[in-house]
């Protein structure tokens, strides 16, 4: 799983103690912005042979997001019950550790994979969370998504409602994506 | 002391109660299929539920009308005074769009299976990569889109566009069909009213061309803008990133 950002660190994490991270919630603070950079290219960590550092605010951010998605209660019932089937991602901007989680498609076998479920994290150097934001909770990618539509959408040429087959694709693909991937296996019987 | 308990915002609070663990009859739902408690996720889907129909749009709407009807499908407007309890008590429901041997697009049976939350603050919806329509021998069938809803009308996740890439390393990203090669596709149902849900619109990632598209309904009349672009690392880190970008869908301006 060498692709996997950061797992075994979040694996090791778990065992670290965070006083506060179980308390009550303080209230969390909206005008904090998930920053762009925080989906964007990343360095994926896990090469093998590959020595990496990495401090212990940065672990304790990751530790705190991934128990707070993921508490011991709720942990064990199914593999998306578990850690390790997670990507990780870390940003850190000033004072704040920006963390997001998804569920790593390839991480549970057979079991069906999961459309949202991720969630992203602010947490101060202190460890509190300033801000978490659950899949699906999040502000519309244009604001009109609880309004009628705006003028930024314009008709659609008559392209019908959903058709795939207008786009131009992509030159080239992944190459991963050609390799005779398997990701599904055999249908089940 | 006399609390005054009226209205809808009590009814959710009851409905909150059921979803966190009391006992909270429920009526069953033939659309619906949900695994045994205590047993394994579900790892295909029967269908059909609708269909069949003789294009991809009509059974696509259909079954945005469908999957909005069902309970708690939208929570409606951050603003509302009842946000907090209608996101706890929100479900996604998931299904296939699929393509049969006799030319026809059919509906799978929606499911409501998710992660495991106690807390009921996130939501999610585990779709199985398979569809068991006894009519067809299971590699005759063809994927064409995996359906969802999202209770706050949000943008597609990072999951769903994994997920999705994957099924296409599992179906293949096109099918051949009657009406052309249709490229797989992940699509994302909302509605502005939570109170009288309609499907008003939906999100749409379509791997093959990068496409990130939303697509709204006002009365009879739909639109389409694109609203970004996917695009995936070529290293063996299947990393991505995503372009906004507002532009109208036209067949000349694609990423």
Redesign the interface.
């Known amino acids: 799983m060498k692709h996997l950002l950061l797992p075994l660190l979040v694996l090791l994490s778990s065992c670290v103690r965070h006083a506060g991270a179980r308390t009550a919630n303080p209230p969390e603070d909206p005008s904090i912005q998930f920053p762009e950079a925080l989906g964007q290219d990343a360095i994926s960590l896990g090469a093998e042979g590959q020595a990496y550092v990495l401090d212990g605010a940065m672990l304790g951010a990751l530790s705190i997001a991934a128990e707070d998605l993921l508490p011991l209660e709720s942990r064990g019932r199914s593999c998306w019950n578990r850690q390790e089937s997670y990507l990780y991602r870390v940003l850190r901007q000033g004072d704040v550790f920006f963390v997001s989680i998804s569920a790593n498609p390839s991480a549970c076998g057979a079991e069906p994979r999961m459309l949202d479920g991720g969630a992203a994290y602010a947490i101060g150097m202190d460890g509190r969370i300033l801000r978490r934001r659950f899949d699906g909770a999040q502000e519309p990618l244009s604001p009109d998504a609880g309004t009628e539509p705006d003028s930024g959408a314009s008709p659609d040429a008559g392209i019908p409602v959903g058709d795939t087959t207008w786009g131009k694709p992509l030159q080239p693909v992944p190459s991963w994506w050609t390799d005779g991937g398997t990701d599904a296996g055999a249908a089940p019987r | 002391m006399w609390v005054n308990a009226q209205g809808p915002g009590v009814a959710l609070a009851i409905a909150a109660l059921g979803v966190c663990g009391c006992s909270s009859p429920q009526v069953a739902d033939p659309d619906i299929v949900r695994p045994a408690p205590g047993a394994?996720?579900?790892?295909?889907l029967p269908g059909p539920m609708l269909g069949p129909f003789s294009?991809?749009?009509s059974a696509?709407?259909a079954a945005c009308r469908k999957i909005l009807t069902k309970p708690h499908s939208s929570a409606?407007?951050?603003d509302h005074q009842d946000f907090d309890i209608r996101?706890r008590v929100s479900s996604?429901y998931?299904a296939w769009m699929y393509y049969t041997p006799d030319q026809q697009y059919v509906v799978s049976k929606l499911t409501d299976?998710?992660?495991?939350?106690?807390l009921q603050?996130?939501?999610?919806?585990?779709?199985?990569?398979?569809v068991d329509d006894p009519r067809y021998p299971?590699?005759a069938i063809r994927y064409i889109?995996?359906l969802?809803n999202?209770?706050?009308?949000?943008?597609l996740?990072?999951?769903?566009i994994?997920?999705i890439?994957?099924?296409?390393?599992?179906?293949g990203?096109e099918s051949e069909t009657k009406?052309?090669?249709?490229?797989?596709?992940?699509?994302?149902f909302?509605s502005?009213n939570a109170a009288e849900p309609s499907c008003d619109?939906?999100?749409?990632y379509?791997?093959?061309?990068?496409?990130?598209l939303?697509?709204?309904?006002?009365g009879a009349n739909?639109?389409?803008?694109q609203?970004?672009s996917v695009r995936?690392?070529?290293a063996?880190?299947?990393?991505f990133?995503?372009q906004?970008r507002?532009a109208?869908?036209?067949?000349s301006n694609?990423?």
């Open positions: 394994p996720f579900l790892d295909k294009s991809p749009s696509l709407l409606g407007a951050r996101w996604e998931c299976q998710s992660r495991v939350d106690p603050r996130s939501k999610s919806c585990l779709l199985p990569s398979w299971p590699d889109y995996a969802h999202h209770p706050y009308g949000s943008s996740t990072e999951n769903d994994r997920f890439v994957s099924e296409g390393l599992a179906h990203f009406d052309g090669r249709l490229r797989l596709s992940v699509v994302a909302f502005r619109g939906f999100h749409q379509i791997p093959l061309t990068g496409q990130l939303k697509w709204s309904r006002s739909w639109q389409c803008e609203t970004g995936w690392s070529d063996d880190t299947r990393t990133s995503v906004k507002s109208p869908c036209e067949r694609t990423p």
